[in-house]
């Protein structure tokens, strides 16, 4: 027979607190100036328990959560979110060679394979400078399919990239000249009396992008400038990133 006392005081007890299953951030293009800033980052937000980045060569790694993946071992580190960074190549010293340099060409079916992983949340990172991106998207390959990207089903898919000019929209068919022309009302622009954001505040908002998009309300995204702009400004981008995801009024 159940004693009441026992009975009143399993009612008053607190229920166990339930533990957030472990996460994992995955960095794709960690080689270049961008990459490599995006990397620290993320490791920096001690957010994770674990940040992999896709290697082609050997490396060991001294960095406390850091490791260092080959392609077979993608499956196995299970991310929940990844960063594919697009970056200029430069002078490769030998561990930034080691990094996967992913091509604009390739993102479906990078976008696939880690949609058919544990990936759940995607930040796709371009550099805002013409100047630093890679010669294919300077020379028009910005053709990222946004729309194949996003049909693949991602939880969040947020796309922190330069939109390309109007007039290069010649030869797409309606709906990517719409998503081009939605796309180039949101240019990579800061005021000419104001120096231009830098890669190091590009990756302070993808980071911070990272650990709060588990929390945010299922949606594709495109990061504005005006985003950048008032992160560079600010100390905490943490918080400029929260007030975007979740407006106040909406909140």
Sequence with gaps: ?????????????KPPRLHAAPRRALVIGAG?????????????????????????AAMQPAVHGFSALRET????????????VFDRQRSANGREA??????PEG????????H?????????????TPSLMPMALQQGLADLDEAA???LGFEQLVFM???????????????????????????????????????????????????????????????PATLLWQAAQSRDAATVVAEWLVPKAAA
């Design 161 to 223: 990239r330069m939109a390309q000019d109007a007039r290069q929209a010649g030869g797409l068919n309606a709906p990517r000249r719409l998503a081009r022309w939605m796309l180039s009302q949101l240019r990579w622009m800061v005021p000419q009396r104001e120096q231009p954001v830098r890669a190091e505040t590009v990756a302070r908002v993808a980071a911070a992008l990272a650990v709060q998009l588990h929390d945010a309300p299922h949606a594709t995204r495109v990061v």
């Design 149 to 151: 990207v996003a049909a």
């Design 73 to 84: 071992e993608l499956a196995p580190f299970a991310a929940d979110t990844a960063l594919v």
């Design 32 to 56: 270049g100036a961008l990459g490599a800033a995006v990397l620290e980052q993320v490791l920096a937000t001690r957010r994770f328990e674990r940040v992999g980045a896709l290697v082609d």
């Design 107 to 114: 993102l479906i079916a990078l976008a696939q394979r880690l």
């Design 98 to 103: 080691a990094f996967v340099r992913p091509e």
């Design 1 to 13: 027979m159940l004693d009441a006392q026992h009975a009143l005081a399993a009612i008053a007890r």
């Design 116 to 128: 058919g992983g544990a990936v759940r949340r995607l930040i796709v990172v371009v550099p805002h």
